[in-house]
Antibody
Framework: QVQLVQSGAEVKKPGASVKVSCKAS????????INWVRQATGQGLEWMGW????????GYAQKFQGRVTMTRNTSISTAYMELSSLRSEDTAVYYC?????????WGQGTLVTVSS | VIWMTQSPSLLSASTGDRVTISCRMS??????LAWYQQKPGKAPELLIY???TLQSGVPSRFSGSGSGTDFTLTISCLQSEDFATYYC?????????FGQGTKVEIK
């Protein structure tokens, strides 16, 4: 069965960077785009960007342009999302999600806490 | 950017009720709309895509309708496991956007 397993919770200081991984299994990694979505506590869902694991092409929400980088390692079927210059407002659960169109497979989420 | 207005934000209902949630777009998106269910502490789950296509394994009491700018999610007979938060999402154009969410709570 399709699974996306994300890396564990992180605590970072303001100004630091965080890199979250998303390991895919149960399907051909290059078949589905990977999207990243975040959710602050008690808030709604916010789309951050997408990556085509085959080509490596990416597209980012303007809000995160210049701070986010999405990459992949096809040899280990893993996608990465790195967010830099962290601030307290970046405290959230970060999800990877895969699918051909609307994502139908989601990771379990990674809590990133930004605190001094 | 395509803006979405999802309503209501809170819906109080009883088991067995028929409930509807609306999502309105700032511009037409054809049928590129999905609905998700999210329970506390869990990732969202895809219920419906292409506005009205039920995802595999989703109970038939869920249905979606609409195209262009106005969409609706209907739960025909609310079950206890349906109390959750629901989100609409457009995937017509980047940046993808989500509705603000509708929390369905027990009346």
């Amino acid at each position: 069965q399709v699974q996306l397993v994300q890396s564990g919770a992180e605590v970072k200081k303001p100004g630091a960077s965080v890199k979250v991984s998303c390991k895919a299994s149960g399907y051909t990694f290059t078949s589905y785009d990977i999207n990243w979505v975040r959710q602050a506590t008690g808030q709604g869902l916010e789309w951050m960007g997408w990556m085509n694991p085959n080509s490596g092409n990416t597209g980012y929400a303007q809000k995160f342009q210049g701070r986010v980088t999405m990459t992949r390692n096809t040899s280990i079927s893993t996608a990465y999302m790195e967010l830099s210059s962290l601030r307290s407002e970046d405290t959230a659960v970060y999800y990877c999600a895969a699918g051909i169109a609307a994502p139908d497979y989601w990771g379990q989420g990674t809590l990133v806490t930004v605190s001094s | 950017v395509i803006w979405m207005t999802q309503s209501p934000s809170l819906l109080s209902a009883s088991t067995g009720d028929r409930v509807t949630i609306s999502c309105r777009m700032s511009q037409g998106i054809s049928s590129y709309l999905a609905w998700y269910q999210q329970k506390p502490g869990k990732a969202p789950e895809l219920l419906i895509y292409a506005a009205s296509t039920l995802q595999s394994g989703v109970p038939s009491r869920f249905s979606g309708s609409g195209s262009g700018t106005d969409f609706t999610l209907t739960i025909s007979c609310l079950q206890s496991e349906d109390f959750a938060t629901y989100y609409c999402q457009q995937y017509y154009s980047f940046p993808w956007t989500f509705g603000q969410g509708t929390k369905v709570e027990i009346k």
